[in-house]
T-cell receptor
Framework: DAGVIQSPRHEVTEMGQEVTLRCKPI?????LFWYRQTMMRGLELLIY????????DSGMPEDRFSAKMPNASFSTLKIQPSEPRDSAVYFC?????????????FGDGTRLSIL | QQPVQSPQAVILREGEDAVINCSSS?????VHWYRQKHGEAPVFLMI?????EQKGHEKISASFNEKKQQSSLYLTASQLSYSGTYFC?????????????FGEGTQLTVNP
């Protein structure tokens, strides 16, 4: 079975440019999570969706960040305008939302560098 | 509230044992354990629910002490492949469906 698929794997762009990260969750999973990982801040949750609805976006740093999940098989995380401090590895994870804790399955991540 | 992991780092020789702890100041519903190798994504190891259960996965097992709100990950007879950073993720509250908050990680190095 295919795991969580993220694209692009690497992104290098200049400050001020718009960046769009993409995620395809595991088929059948109805929870989707966006994380950011840096040396300074570790692995932090940005936003998560249950059944395509954003549940908690308290981790989104500021208005420059936005996330959408138009359907069960696709989500985007957009940064506009991008800044050097946004450089990080961004992970998407999915799980099956139901009674009882369920494991999250992570994609390979997008390594983002803002120059 | 971010859980606290200890130790921050540990170095072992192949075959030695290690314990990694994860503590929370909040009442937990579940504790998740993940391992991340350098340059790769975190990989799920196991989940423990409140109730003090213990789980095992080959030579890696874990426990959850609900009274202390603490989970421990036990690695026995460590192998070179166990090297990586171990994260605990905690879910607070009475039911599932809330966010996971990850600790800062414990870097484990297993040498020959």
């Amino acid at each position: 079975d295919a795991g969580v698929i993220q694209s692009p794997r690497h992104e290098v762009t200049e400050m001020g440019q718009e960046v769009t990260l993409r995620c395809k969750p595991i088929s059948g999973h109805n929870s989707l999570f966006w994380y950011r990982q840096t040396m300074m801040r570790g692995l932090e949750l940005l936003i998560y969706f249950n059944n395509n609805v954003p549940i908690d976006d308290s981790g989104m740093p500021e208005d420059r960040f936005s996330a959408k999940m138009p359907n069960a098989s696709f989500s985007t995380l957009k940064i506009q305008p991008s800044e050097p401090r946004d450089s990080a590895v961004y992970f998407c994870a999915s799980s099956l939302y139901r009674v009882g804790a369920q494991p999250q399955h992570f994609g390979d991540g997008t390594r983002l560098s803002i120059l | 509230q971010q859980p606290v992991q200890s130790p921050q780092a540990v170095i072992l020789r192949e075959g030695e044992d290690a314990v990694i702890n994860c503590s929370s100041s909040k009442a937990l519903y579940s504790v998740h354990w993940y391992r991340q190798k350098h340059g790769e994504a975190p990989v799920f190891l196991m989940i423990l629910l409140k109730g003090g259960e213990q789980k095992g996965h080959e030579k890696i097992s874990a426990s959850f002490n609900e009274k202390k709100q603490q989970s421990s990950l036990y690695l026995t007879a460590s192998q070179l492949s166990y090297s990586g950073t171990y994260f605990c993720g905690t879910e607070i509250g009475e039911t599932s469906g809330s966010r996971l908050t990850f600790g800062e990680g414990t870097q484990l190095t297993v040498n020959p």
